[in-house]
T-cell receptor, first 115, second 111 residues
Framework: GAGVSQSPSNKVTEKGKDVELRCDPISGHTALYWYRQSLGQGLEFLIYFQGNSAPDKSGLPSDRFSAERTGGSVSTLTIQRTQQEDSAVYLC?????????????FGPGTRLLVL | LAKTTQPISMDSYEGQEVNITCSHNNIATNDYITWYQQFPSQGPRFIIQGYKTKVTNEVASLFIPADRKSSTLSLPRVSLSDTAVYYCLVGVEAAGNKLTFGGGTRVLVKP
């Protein structure tokens, strides 16, 4: 079946602009995660959605970052007034139920470059 | 979260066995040990997970000593396509199943 998909694959924007990044999780997966990976670094957790529960936003670096998940499926990560330090690869992952230690399936990521 | 330490990089040749050791001295009783693989321009991919002793699947083996303070990922007979970054993860935050990746080990397989 289809894996996690993300769009766009690449995004170049100017400082101060808003961007929206989209994630389509694996069908039927109730848990969805957003991570950020800066060049040559490990992953940084951003936000987690599990079913209809309130999202865990504890990893969002500032109030310029927000995310929503509509209908328990597609998610959008929005970055307002982008800064150069926001340049990174934004990865989305999903897992069947969000059980602790459950394998997470990652999308290919969106490469964001803020000029 | 238990902190992990693994080598920054290692080189190997096609057909050789690659062993990557990860130290996790502060591992908790309930923590599992998980390894992910990441190719350039792709998201990480789950390789293997274990709790103790040895786990083997079609891709790799994971060796965990009795004290669980370290683990070794073993990739048998690597090929050029095994060139990737390998991440060792121990435990996840109970609330949110958050994964925390360190810098990983960059494995370069040479012909």
């Amino acid at each position: 079946g289809a894996g996690v998909s993300q769009s766009p694959s690449n995004k170049v924007t100017e400082k101060g602009k808003d961007v929206e990044l989209r994630c389509d999780p694996i069908s039927g997966h109730t848990a969805l995660y957003w991570y950020r990976q800066s060049l040559g670094q490990g992953l940084e957790f951003l936000i987690y959605f599990q079913g209809n529960s309130a999202p865990d936003k504890s990893g969002l670096p500032s109030d310029r970052f927000s995310a929503e998940r509509t209908g328990g499926s597609v998610s959008t990560l929005t970055i307002q007034r982008t800064q150069q330090e926001d340049s990174a690869v934004y990865l989305c992952a999903s897992s069947p139920s969000g059980r602790i230690g459950e394998t997470q399936y990652f999308g290919p990521g969106t490469r964001l470059l803020v000029l | 979260l238990a902190k992990t330490t693994q080598p920054i990089s290692m080189d190997s040749y096609e057909g050789q066995e690659v062993n990557i050791t990860c130290s996790h001295n502060n591992i908790a009783t309930n923590d599992y040990i998980t390894w992910y693989q990441q190719f350039p321009s792709q998201g990480p991919r789950f390789i293997i997970q274990g709790y103790k002793t040895k786990v083997t699947n079609e891709v790799a083996s994971l060796f965990i000593p009795a004290d669980r303070k370290s683990s070794t990922l073993s990739l048998p007979r690597v090929s050029l396509s095994d060139t990737a970054v390998y991440y060792c993860l121990v435990g996840v935050e109970a609330a949110g199943n958050k994964l925390t990746f360190g810098g990983g080990t960059r494995v370069l397989v040479k012909p």
